[in-house]
């Protein structure tokens, strides 16, 4: 019995013994895995960040690349250049649109410009009062003030800055006015409205005039200080005879006619020379037209003692430029059309007027003779001349 107990003691010990370990293994099993777990998970999380922190670190926009192996030749990034606007190419001065090209390979814009045109009417043998006219290249054509028909037969003149203009009137007194026709002034009486009219020194101070003779004996060439208040006269010291002045634009010369040809003067009247080549058989000139700006270059019709002389008025058709030293013929660029006038600017480029089948074009043409540009005149100066050209 007590064996038997004994027995029975000892195997409910053994199962809890055995229930224990298992219980055990089992607990230890779990935690072991549950650590396992927790390790794989912390290493599947730590292989995620460094993940992300490597494609972080990779996409990092101021990373600064590994450093190269000592023998690596290094390459220095240039950033990819610009594309830079091509400049739209500008016109040649004085050139207008529709104007025909003005030629020649060079790509500045050449500094020679158009000046502002005058016109008056090229004859006034039906009309007793015309306007002044004034154009520029590009622009409309503008009506000024009314004028005698004796101021464009022989004597108007028009300021450098084109603000006024000087003429003689029927009872030979000289008078000034802007060109639109205010403040009108007489300056004074007793002036020649043929032989020299009036004329402009290019700073527009003074006017050179002719008084008119008295018992026909020749009159004064006098210089009008038109800044002076009291309009002071300093008469040149000879009785010359010469006509029709027009002053070079460095104000050192005056071009006029006399004895069938052309003598250059000082500003006080002092003969300088004669232009070769004018004589009473020979070539000869009633009217100078323009003269370069250090008197180089004169402007005028040349024709012979039986040719085409023009009448009393003033005449401002040109057929020939002419070397006043040498009186040789300078070539012009005209095309072939037929030379009508030439006026020279301050800069020593030329205007250029010649005929065409629909009527006139001005040429601008610079001071080595080569065309700068051509514009077509307004088909409403059809009928005129030109006067003057100012800056």
């Avoid at 009159?219 to 029709?244: F, I, Q, Y």
């Amino acid at each position: 019995m007590n064996d038997q107990r004994l027995r029975l003691d000892l195997t409910a010990l053994a199962d809890e013994v055995t229930s224990v370990d298992l219980r055990d293994r089992t607990l230890r099993t779990s935690r072991r895995l549950g650590i396992q777990r927790a390790v794989a998970t912390s290493a599947a999380a730590l292989v995620l960040i460094a993940a992300a922190a490597g494609t972080a670190f990779a996409i990092r926009p101021d990373q600064s690349p590994p450093p190269l192996p000592a023998d690596t030749p290094s390459v220095t990034a240039s950033p990819s250049p610009t594309p830079t606007p091509t400049p739209t190419p500008s016109g040649s001065a004085g050139d207008t649109p529709g104007a025909p090209p003005s030629g020649g390979s060079s790509t500045s814009t050449p500094s020679v410009q158009f000046g502002k045109l005058f016109y008056g009417p090229a004859s006034v043998a039906q009309v007793k009062i015309a306007n002044l006219r004034s154009w520029r290249p590009g622009d409309s054509s503008v009506r000024l003030l009314a004028l005698p028909d004796i101021a464009f037969r022989g004597n108007l003149s028009v300021s450098s800055d084109g603000h006024r203009v000087a003429w003689v009137d029927d009872n030979a007194d000289l008078v000034v006015a802007d060109v639109d026709g205010s403040d009108k002034q007489k300056i004074r009486s007793s002036v020649d409205p043929y032989c020299v009219g009036a004329a402009w020194s290019p700073d527009r101070r003074q006017l050179l005039f002719r008084e008119l003779a008295e018992r026909g004996g020749p009159g004064r060439h006098g210089m009008l200080d038109m800044r002076s208040t009291e309009k002071a006269v300093r008469w040149w010291t000879s009785e010359l005879e010469p006509c029709n002045a027009v002053w070079s634009a460095d104000g050192q010369t005056i071009a006029m006619t006399i004895d069938y040809g052309v003598t250059l003067y000082g500003a006080d009247g002092t003969k300088k020379r004669v232009v070769p080549g004018f004589s009473r058989d020979g070539w000869q000139t009633d009217d100078v037209v323009s003269l370069a700006p250090d008197g180089s270059l004169v402007a005028l019709l040349r024709h012979k003692p039986d040719g085409d002389a023009g009448d009393v008025a003033r005449d401002l058709r040109v057929n020939v430029v002419l070397d006043t030293r040498t009186g040789k013929q300078v070539s012009l660029p005209l095309g072939g059309r037929t030379l009508h006038q030439v006026y020279f600017q301050s800069d020593g480029s030329m205007v250029v007027r010649v005929k065409t089948s629909n009527g006139y074009a001005v040429l601008l043409v610079d001071e080595d003779g080569r065309k700068i540009s051509e514009t077509a005149e307004p088909a409403s100066l059809k009928d005129m001349q030109i006067l003057a050209v100012v800056d």
